[in-house]
Antibody, heavy 120, light 107 residues
Framework: QMQLVESGGGVVQPGRSLRLSCAASGFTFSNYGMHWVRQAPGKGLEWMAIISYDTSEKYYADSVKGRFTISRDNSKNTLYLQMNSLRPEDTAMYYC?????????????WGQGTLVTVSS | DIQMTQSPSTLSASVGDRVTITCRASQSINRWLAWYQQKPGKAPKLLIYKTSSLESGVPSRFSGSGSGTEFTLTISSLQPDDFATYYCQHYSSTTPTFGQGTKLEIE
């Protein structure tokens, strides 16, 4: 059974850093691209980043480019999101999601999310 | 980036109604469009991909159509479980974007 479990969220002060993790199981992780998508409280979905199956390509939304870094460790079946210089507007539920292919397609399976709150 | 605009933002309907949600892209996305359903406190769930392909396990009352810049999601006969928020998303580039969402409420 496919599973994505995010962790690493919490309360962090503005300007600080946080690293999110997403543990994958139930499918061949190394064959698929992976996404991060976030949702601010009461707001819509915002796509943030994608990494190809082999880490060769990464793309970001303009809102996080230069501050956030997506990475993966295929030997550990884990996706990461390093978030630096956090701002209050980064407060959101962060979801990892599996791409339907090797990358640059739609998300066909989502984790349950981890909540990040940026506040002093 | 390609902008996606959904209408309406909120839709009130009753069980058994046929409803349609529209999604417009700021430029052509061919048929690279997906639809998701999200219930409060839950992760989004894929309903439809490539404009009209139904994800496995999704009821056949859901259907999608369109091409280029205009797309629709239709629910042929609303069921109580369908009251949720729906999002479209293009994936025609390396930076996909979502529409702002349509909340489907019980009338």
């Amino acid at each position: 059974q496919m599973q994505l479990v995010e962790s690493g969220g919490g309360v962090v002060q503005p300007g600080r850093s946080l690293r999110l993790s997403c543990a994958a199981s139930g499918f061949t992780f190394s064959n698929y691209g992976m996404h991060w998508v976030r949702q601010a409280p009461g707001k819509g979905l915002e796509w943030m980043a994608i990494i190809s199956y082999d880490t060769s390509e990464k793309y970001y939304a303009d809102s996080v480019k230069g501050r956030f870094t997506i990475s993966r460790d295929n030997s550990k079946n884990t996706l990461y999101l390093q978030m630096n210089s956090l701002r209050p507007e980064d407060t959101a539920m962060y979801y990892c999601a599996k791409d339907s292919g090797s990358g640059y397609s739609y998300e066909d399976y989502w984790g349950q999310g981890t909540l990040v709150t940026v506040s002093s | 980036d390609i902008q996606m605009t959904q209408s309406p933002s909120t839709l009130s309907a009753s069980v058994g109604d046929r409803v349609t949600i529209t999604c417009r892209a700021s430029q052509s996305i061919n048929r690279w469009l997906a639809w998701y359903q999200q219930k409060p406190g839950k992760a989004p769930k894929l309903l439809i991909y490539k404009t009209s392909s139904l994800e496995s396990g999704v009821p056949s009352r859901f259907s999608g159509s369109g091409s280029g810049t205009e797309f629709t999601l239709t629910i042929s006969s609303l069921q109580p479980d369908d009251f949720a928020t729906y999002y479209c998303q293009h994936y025609s580039s390396t930076t996909p974007t979502f529409g702002q969402g349509t909340k489907l409420e019980i009338e």
